[in-house]
């Protein structure tokens, strides 16, 4: 008897172990809808943010965003976090550091082109963001209040390779920031507004 449930239990474990190794492979095999990259971003201010209406003369800079996204139907969901360090001409008339960094997170939806075009598969994307300034003065650091924006964006995939993706993009930015440089000036509100072209470098998880 006992070596009867041995021999019944040894061949539902060669079962189990088979259905295992089938289910393993047929995930290896297929694709799976999620990607994370990272994207060095090129970014130029416009409008207020870069000097028009006493801005704050933002100048060209660089910076860099990193994320993830998951294929859900025919759309893609996004969520990624930015950061870009924008040279400050204002800065310099106060006495803080030449920098302001502008960061924070996004998220919201890609619309992927139903086809290919000469390797490429064209996107546009809609998002949000809530961004802030940091401001440095010395060893002090100063932020303007997190500020709810939003993200337009267009841009093509490739796949060298089944995992790697090449991205890449065209986004724009806009938000509204209130900071201030010292206790004794009123805090100025400012709309930051800019362009980033970026060249993201993503896998297929």
Sequence with gaps: MR???RGRSAALLNILAVALAALFAGEASAQ?????WVRPLAAVPVGAFAGRDDGIE????FGFDAGASIDVGALTLYGEYQEIGFSCGECEEVEVEETALDRGWGAGVIVPHPSTIAGLRPWARAGIIVHHLRFRFGDERAYSDPSLGWSL???AEARPLPWLRLEPSLLFNRYSAE?????DVPDRRTSISYITLGL???VGL
């Design 179 to 183: 900071y201030g440089f010292a206790i």
């Design 200 to 202: 993201g470098v993503g």
């Design 58 to 61: 933002a100048g060209a800079s």
């Design 32 to 36: 799976l809808p999620l990607e994370a």
């Design 153 to 155: 964006g267009v841009g």
């Design 3 to 5: 070596r009867a449930v």
